[in-house]
Each structure stands twice: as structure tokens, then as C-alpha cells.
């Protein structure tokens, strides 16, 4: 099969999914008469829900006359200021009912107020209703008009490196756009952002602008809040990073109960096999008293299984335990000496003297920036 006959079976292949989620056509005709596949049905389906935030405050800033003993000998000089900052960025309505919107936590970071604006220039006044920095996920609350649409989530673990995806922001200000791309790894970790990290990496073109915005499979679900990408030179590369949607759900589920999340412990540190394993995590450290000391858990025990999904890294172990709320409990499945042994860890709140999990692993390159 040449290169033109395999394009021709792909973008055939993109055609046939759409149908799977877009009502009448996923065809056009071409100039010749001849029938195109086109991905225009499945983003007129999937952006309504997708919006732009705008947002304002006000940020306290050391000042730097103040270090000039001649200035403050002289002048009335206040040790701080406070600057007026300005942001836009996108987000996601998932919930129409409740007028819920999932964001990225840096675009609304700073903010006294935000502005959400639809697809179709509707303005609503935003409330913060949470973030967590450590997932960089946040959350607002807008008014339902009834005219609100909401994207429905998938399940991002369903994923696999090569799946199509699209991306949709607003990139620098511009308004509503639309990128195309495949998934090109999964559970990227170690790129020194977040706390907890396990992000899916797309070719999708993301932009400044994009952070909060979606990353859709061609079922038409959000599998994605897209967060940073790898810029040496300031623009897109085609090295992009989403926050799965499993991981932005869970994060959304307990700021929408109280506001904030509380990450339980169970007092290990944790790092990769070394060993050429594809899967598992290595404990490290079981600390004195803990959790995982309670259940048994050692230095040297090898998880490969957390609640039935494989353990691919440290890392993965980690945001497992980070994202389960205080008091349920973890089935932990472990290898020693040969042994397949099963643990059930309850996660323990961090005032209970629990160590917090840590991640023992080697530093990768790092996101220039945050989009």
C-alpha cells in the first residue's frame, strides 16, 4: 500500500468513528463530486461546551525599593505592592445542570473575578468553587440560563497511544479553535510541574491560551483538560500534556463536596524498577507507625496491582493513593521473594502523623511553561 492509499485508509477509518457519535453526515463532497470524510459534524457536536475565561486580580508583591535603604530613609516605601494581573485561558462545561466548568488551576490562580464566555458570546460571571494546584485542576460555577451544553466524560484509561484526539481552546486570544492530533504517550510523569502527574501527551497543536481546554476522543467525549507543553521556543512543538479525565474527575468530585481536596496517606516512599519491568513500583520506605506499616507492607516489596489496575510506575502509585479520600481503603497487590501477596491499606489523614508519599526516581526534562 503506497503513502496516498494509507492516508486514504486512515482519514476512511477517522470517517467511520465519527459516525459512532455524529448524527447525519460525516462525508462532504469534493469539487470532482466524490465523498470526503470530515471531522466538521463531530466539532460542531462537542465545542458549545467548550468556553473562554477571562479573569482578573490582584497578585502581593515584594517591592524592590525597599531593599534601597537611601529610598526608605527618604520615602514612605510599604515593603509590598500589590500588582493588577490579567489572564485568559479556557475550560470545559461538564455539568449543565449545576453550570459546572473544569479549568486548568493556573489560569484561575490569582483571580477575584472570571468571566465565561460560550461559543456562541454568552457571558456569565464565574464563581470559584475550588482548585488543587497539585493536579493543576480547578473549578468554576456558572449561572444555567438553559442554554448551556455540557461535555460528557470519557474514560481516559480506555486510552491508547495512537488514538485520535482533538484539542479545543482559545490559543493567544484568539477566540474558539480547533487542533487535531493522535495521543502519543500516556502517564507521562517526572516533568517537575505538578505533585501529582500522569498526563497524556498529544501532537494536538496547544498553544498559550489552551491551558483548561479539551482534549476529545472521536466519540465525542472529554478525555482531557489540556495544562503545559514543551516550548523551547515559546510556541507549539508538538509535545502537549492533558490531565487525564479520570484524575480531573476524582479532583472535581471532592471540590465540588467541600471545596477542596484532602490527600490521605500511608506513609511509603516509592520509585521505578530498574530492573527493564514495565510495570510495578518499588517501596522504598515504609514509615514507623504508618498505615502501610499496619498492613504489612515492606521496604523491597514489588506493586503491581492497585484496587485491580496495573501499577505502571511510582509515580501512578502514588496519585492512586493521593486521589483515594480519607479513610477508604487501597488492595495493593505485591510481589516478594517470589510471592504474590495481597495488602489492604486504609488511607490515613495527613494529621494522623502520616508521611506523605514520595516518589524516589531521576529527573527528566522539564515544560519550559505552562499554556
Partial sequence: MDVRSSLCFCLALCASWLGLVAQGQTQVLDISGSRIPTLAPLVREVTPAVVNISVSGKVRQDNPLYNDPLFR??????RHVEKEVRAAGSGVIVDSQRGYVLTANHVVAQVSTALVTTK???????????????TDIAVLQIQNDGSLKALPMGDSDRLEVGDFVIAVGNPFGLGQTVTSGLVSALGRTGLGKQGYEDFIQTDAPINPGNSGGALINLKGELIGINTAIISPGGGNVGIGFAVPINMARLVMDQIVRTGRVQRGRIGVSVGDLNDGATEGARIAEV???SAAEAAGLRPGDIVVRADGTPVRSGAQLRN???LTPVGRSVQLTIRRNGSTLIADVTIASPANGQTRERVVRSPRSQPSEFQ
Fill in 73 to 78: 530613609e527618604f520615602f514612605d516605601v510599604p
Fill in 120 to 134: 456562541n458570546g454568552r457571558k456569565f460571571s464565574a464563581r470559584l468553587v475550588g482548585r488543587d494546584p497539585a
Fill in 287 to 289: 514509615s514507623p507507625g
Fill in 320 to 322: 492512586k493513593i493521593g
